[in-house]
């Protein structure tokens, strides 16, 4: 009997992490086959010679040439790079300047930060589109009735009190409430315990309600462990472009904000996901359903398009700097120089993604 129960828990755990490997290898191969096709199409856009496409590093999969393009599919899939000829990147290859037409260093300013800026401008669009689709899919969410939604697990009080999903919530200490953000106000600003006067099917009663401190940035307010009850009403073309844009927009403030409580030290770099966090969130997302998933891929697409613009050596925000500076001087940064300060960003992302994998893996074992 004990050797039957243990077959189906072996095969959950099995189908668990094939699901997980799939979920990320759909998450990585998407952001990153988006964000290389920008700059391949930006690059013909504007004249430059593209030697290789390549999505993952080495080793390679496979590899063919169509006409002055190598495109090469890798094993490892936690980047990419597009080859433009005459140009230091990612490959960290000596590309010789022949002053050839179709090179990079041969183009305008305008034409490079173009072709640098692509990618990243794909991974928004990408993302935009998705929650463009999600929001004409599904509708827009409407917070309204002061209805519960739902509870938090049971460590949280309105679990421990006896709150369920569908209680309406008539009164917040001896004030009457009519809509969510009512609840919302008179609990946030609460003290120590919370009286709520509830009803539920055909009877109304009363509870007193423990709150707990929840800080959220700069602020602290007072939460029980509930949320409210959403509805969908059907959103037209141009109400799910707005939401597209909308959530790449909330979403880079958020993570701007978060690069800001890291230098203010309210923050750490423990807070940071790696390739193993990212793997875990991509199963849990795809568990959840075809709409989580999409939501958690466009949620990463924003993330990646955002740290790639960042003036770092190895990114693409550290080409365009080069561009900067080359306008400024009125003269090309030498092809040594070059390589030398990639090489040193390349390691420096290496060891980052390193620690943070380090404290990725710490967190999944529940330390």
């Known amino acids: 009997m004990r050797e039957s129960q243990a077959i189906p828990s072996s095969e959950n755990g099995l189908n668990r992490m094939m699901l997980t ?13 988006v964000h290389e096709v920008g700059h391949f199409i930006a690059a013909r856009l504007a004249g430059m010679r593209v030697e290789r496409f390549s999505i993952g590093f080495p080793p390679r999969m496979v590899s063919k040439t169509i006409g002055k393009t190598e495109f090469v599919l890798s094993w490892i899939p936690l980047g990419g790079y597009v080859k433009i000829a005459g140009m230091v990147d990612e490959s960290l290859d000596k590309n010789p300047i022949t ?11 305008f034409q490079k930060v173009f072709v640098l ?10 993302a935009g589109l998705i929650m463009t689709g999600l929001t004409m899919a599904i509708g827009i969410g409407e917070v309204g009735e002061p209805v519960i939604g739902g509870v938090s697990d049971t460590t949280m009080p309105a679990a421990a009190a006896g709150l369920q999903k569908g209680d ?15 609840v919302v106000a008179l609990i946030s600003t609460a003290s120590d315990t919370v009286h709520l006067t509830l009803a539920r099917a055909d009877s109304v009663w009363s509870v007193a309600v423990p709150t707990v401190p929840h800080t959220d940035g700069d602020k602290t307010r007072r939460v029980i462990g509930i949320v409210a009850e959403v509805s969908f009403r059907e959103a037209s073309l ?32 423990r807070d940071l996901s790696g390739p193993v966090g990212v793997a875990r969130l991509s199963g849990e ?6 709409g989580t998933f999409l939501f958690f891929l466009a949620f990463v697409s ?17 080409h365009i700097f080069y561009v900067i500076i080359e306008v400024f001087i009125r003269r090309p940064i ?3 120089v070059k390589l030398a300060i990639q090489q040193v960003g390349l390691a420096l992302l290496i060891l980052l993604v390193l620690v943070v994998s380090y404290h990725d893996i710490l967190r999944l074992f529940g330390r």
Not at 117 to 126: D, I, P, R, S, T
Request: glycine letters at 12%; charged letters at 15%; proline letters at 4%.
């Open 21 to 33: 490997l799939l979920a990320f290898v759909v998450v990585a191969g998407v952001i990153i086959l």
């Open 99 to 109: 002053g050839a037409p179709d090179e990079f260093m041969s183009k305008n300013p």
């Open 117 to 126: 800026c692509a990618g990243v401008a794909m991974n928004y669009l990408v």
């Open 168 to 182: 309406r919530i008539l009164q917040v200490g001896d004030s009457l409430v009519k809509d969510w953000s009512g």
């Open 238 to 269: 141009g109400e799910s472009l707005e939401q597209g844009v909308r959530f790449c927009y909330i979403t880079t403030a958020g993570i701007v904000d978060f690069f800001r409580q890291l230098i203010m030290g309210e923050a750490s770099i």
């Open 285 to 290: 997302s795809a568990r959840q359903g075809l």
């Open 302 to 318: 924003v993330s990646i398009g955002f740290l790639n613009i960042l003036p770092f050596p190895a990114l693409d925000g550290g």
């Open 334 to 336: 030498s092809t040594k």
